[in-house]
């Protein structure tokens, strides 16, 4: 289960009073909950916000080790 997930479920929210809340339709609070989409970065701030800082809009990016070395 997402964070964004258990925060939904803990806060006793549906995907659609959220959704109302952020100003997006039910399916993707539906996608998001479930790990099927990253959103934008518009929305990620939209949704920190909304969550009071509980889902930071840089939760949804996955860092990754880097291939970059550095140096010309």
Do not use: C, Y
Not at 4 to 27: I, M, W
Request: hydrophobic residues 40%; without cysteine.
């Amino acid at each position: 289960m997402s964070d964004f997930a258990k925060f939904l479920e803990e806060n006793g929210l549906s995907h659609r009073d959220f959704a109302r809340s952020v100003s997006v339709d039910p399916s993707i609070v539906s996608r998001l909950a479930a790990g099927k989409m990253i959103p934008s970065l518009r929305l990620a701030a939209r949704i920190e916000r909304q969550t009071r800082g509980a889902i930071q809009a840089t939760s949804w990016v996955k860092d990754e080790p880097s291939s970059f070395r550095g140096g010309r």
